[in-house]
C-alpha cells in the first residue's frame, strides 16, 4: 500500500483511536442536544417575596380528632379565657333598622347588624421551629392593563389552569399579620360610585355625606416581604374553570361584594352571568331577600358566591308549617348549604362571629342543640364556647372531606374588629375618627386574634385567613355615621365602607391562594 492512503491503511491501533474519538463526539453532541448549557436565572424579586402565612412557620404539635366529639366540654373551658378585643357580650336586639337594608334582585345590602362576641377560648399550643425548602406551584399570569374578565382569552390547551402548574421557587418566609399600613396612590382598585352592581349602595361610601376618603388609599404592607398586587385578569387566569364560595354572616356578605368590584374592576358587564338558580340563591315567596348570590364569568368559566350562614351550623325549623316555629340550632352539624354543595367548589372562605349573642338568638328564634337534642349542658349555653364547639365542628368535618377532594383549598377567616369608642351601639358608641387607630399603622406582633378559630384549623388542612389584627387599626374605615338613611343618631362601627379594609382580606385571599395547599401538619411532626 501507499503512504497516506485511504483507511484501509491505517494500523490497527490507530484505527481504534480514530473510532473512540468519533464515539466520544456522538455522545458529547447528543448530551448537549438532550440538556444545554445550565444557565441559572436570577430570580424575579416579585416572585421570590410571595408571603407565607403563620401556619407554614411553625408546626403545631396538638391536632384535633376526627368526627364530633362525643365529650364537647373539653371546648368549653370559659375561665380564663382572653377576649380578642376586650369586648362584652351584649344581650340587646339589633341596633339598626332591618327596611334600611333591604336588598334588589342586583344588590347585596346587609340586612342583618352584628354584634361581637369577646371572651374567645385560648387553646393550648406547642410550637416548634421548622423550614422550608419546597419549590412552590402556581400557574402562569398573563400580563394586560385591563382588568375585566371579557378580554381574557382562555389557555391554549382549553382546558382548566391549576393551582399547581407553575414551579415557582421562594427563598423568604413572611408573616403578613406583621407590618403596617402604607399610603398607595394607586388604590382604590375600583370607584365606590361605579360598582354598583355589585356592591350595595349602603356600603358604597361615597354615596353617602362623607367628607374624607382618605381611607381608600392605604395598603397593607407585611414586613421583609411584599403582597403581590391583586389584578382581576390574573386571578381568573388562576382560577378558570374554579368556583370561589363566601359563607358566612354580613361581613362574609362585604367580603363577597368586595371581590366581585375587584376583579371586574367595578365595571359592569353582561359576560358576568347571574347562575343563583344552579345553588338556589333565589328569593322565595314573602322572602325579603334571597339566601345568597352567584355570578359567573363566562370567559374563565370562573364562579363566584356568597351563601349566608351567619353561624356556620345547621338551622332546621322545628315546625315546618308554623311560620312562628322555633329552629333548631345544631351546633355541631355543618350548615346544609355547605354539606350539600361542597363537592361544587375549589376555595371555600367561612366566617362566624358577630351573630354569636342572645339577642341575635332570640331574634331569630334560634334554640341550641347538641347531638340532635336540645343543649343540657350548661357550659354550652355560654355562647363563646358554643362558637368554639361549632367552629371546630365544621373545621374538623372539613378536613375530613379534603380526603376525597385533595385540591380543594379552605380557609377559616378570623373576627372583623368592631371600634365602638365612648360607649356601645346603643349607648353613643362613636367610630367617626379619619386617622388610623390611635395614629398607629403597624402591627409588630402577632398573637392569637381569634383563639376559636386558630385552634380549630391547627393539624387540619384548613388554613386560617387572618384578618383582625391589621383590621384592628383601621377605625377610620367603617360606615360611622353616615347611611343613605336617618339612623337614629347611631353609628356602624362593624361593617366597613367599600372600597375599604374588605379588599385587603381578598389580597390576602389571593397571596395564599399563590401558596401550595399545606399538608396535614400531624402527619408530619
Not at 471 to 480: K, N, P, Y
Request: net charge positive.
Amino acid at each position: 500500500m501507499k503512504n497516506g492512503g485511504s483507511l484501509p491503511g491505517l494500523r490497527g491501533k490507530q484505527v481504534s483511536i480514530v473510532l473512540i474519538a468519533l464515539i466520544c463526539t456522538t455522545f458529547i453532541f447528543w448530551g448537549l442536544e438532550r440538556a444545554p448549557f445550565l444557565i441559572v436565572f436570577p430570580v424575579d424579586e416579585s416572585v421570590r417575596r410571595l408571603i407565607l402565612p403563620g401556619y407554614l412557620q411553625e408546626n403545631r404539635l396538638e391536632t384535633l380528632s376526627s368526627g364530633i366529639p362525643s365529650n364537647v366540654t373539653k371546648y368549653l373551658s370559659v375561665e380564663n379565657s382572653p377576649s380578642s378585643s376586650g369586648e362584652k357580650l351584649i344581650d340587646e336586639k339589633l341596633p339598626f333598622s332591618t327596611a334600611e337594608e333591604l336588598p334588589t334582585e342586583n344588590s347585596h345590602s346587609s340586612s342583618d347588624k352584628d354584634i361581637m362576641v369577646g371572651g374567645l377560648i385560648s387553646p393550648e399550643a406547642h410550637n416548634m421551629k421548622s423550614s422550608l425548602a419546597e419549590k412552590e406551584k402556581s400557574s402562569a399570569i398573563e400580563k394586560s392593563s385591563d382588568i375585566t374578565s371579557e378580554e381574557l382569552p382562555p389557555t391554549k390547551d382549553g382546558k382548566s389552569s391549576s393551582f399547581e402548574k407553575k414551579v415557582v421557587p421562594f427563598l423568604s418566609v413572611c408573616d403578613y399579620t406583621v407590618g403596617k399600613w402604607v399610603q398607595d396612590s394607586r388604590k382604590p382598585i375600583y370607584s365606590g360610585k361605579m360598582c354598583q352592581r355589585w356592591l350595595s349602595g349602603m356600603w358604597a361610601c361615597r354615596l353617602t355625606q362623607r367628607p374624607d376618603f382618605s381611607y381608600e388609599k392605604y395598603r397593607w404592607q407585611a414586613d421583609n416581604c411584599d403582597m403581590p398586587h391583586f389584578e382581576g385578569r390574573h386571578f381568573l387566569t388562576r382560577m378558570q374553570n374554579k368556583t370561589l364560595a363566601f359563607i358566612g354572616d354580613s361581613l362574609g356578605r362585604q367580603q363577597f361584594q368586595s371581590m366581585m368590584c375587584l376583579i371586574t374592576g367595578g365595571k359592569d358587564s353582561r359576560n358576568v352571568q347571574d347562575v343563583g338558580k344552579e345553588y338556589g340563591l333565589v328569593r322565595a315567596r314573602g322572602a325579603i331577600r334571597p339566601d345568597g348570590w352567584a355570578y359567573r364569568f363566562r370567559k374563565t368559566n370562573t364562579t363566584v358566591l356568597y351563601y349566608w350562614s351567619a353561624s356556620l351550623c345547621e338551622i332546621e325549623p322545628l315546625n315546618p308549617g308554623n311560620p312562628s316555629t322555633g329552629f333548631a340550632m345544631h351546633l355541631d352539624r355543618p350548615a346544609w348549604f355547605l354539606r350539600t354543595n361542597l363537592h361544587r367548589f375549589d376555595v371555600v372562605v367561612l366566617n362566624t362571629g358577630h351573630h354569636w349573642n342572645r339577642g341575635k338568638l332570640n331574634a331569630n328564634r334560634w334554640n341550641m342543640y347538641v347531638n340532635g337534642q336540645p343543649n343540657n349542658n350548661r357550659m354550652v349555653r355560654d355562647l363563646q364556647s358554643a362558637r368554639n364547639l361549632t367552629v371546630h365542628s365544621v373545621v374538623r368535618w372539613l378536613d375530613k372531606q379534603l380526603d376525597k377532594y385533595p385540591n380543594m383549598r379552605v380557609f377559616m377567616r378570623t373576627l372583623s374588629p368592631r371600634h365602638f369608642f365612648n360607649g356601645d351601639w346603643n349607648s353613643g358608641g362613636r367610630c367617626d375618627n379619619t386617622k388610623l387607630l390611635s395614629g398607629s399603622r403597624s402591627v409588630s406582633h402577632n398573637r392569637a386574634n381569634d383563639p376559636a378559630a386558630e385552634s380549630a384549623v391547627q393539624g387540619t388542612r384548613v388554613e386560617n385567613l387572618d384578618i383582625t389584627g391589621i383590621s384592628e387599626l383601621r377605625d377610620d374605615a367603617h360606615l360611622s355615621k353616615y347611611s343613605l338613611k336617618s339612623n337614629n343618631g347611631s353609628q356602624d362601627c362593624l361593617h366597613w365602607c367599600l372600597p375599604g379594609v374588605p379588599d385587603t382580606w381578598n389580597e390576602l385571599l389571593f397571596a395564599q391562594l399563590l401558596l401550595p395547599q399545606p399538608k396535614k401538619l400531624s402527619a408530619q411532626i
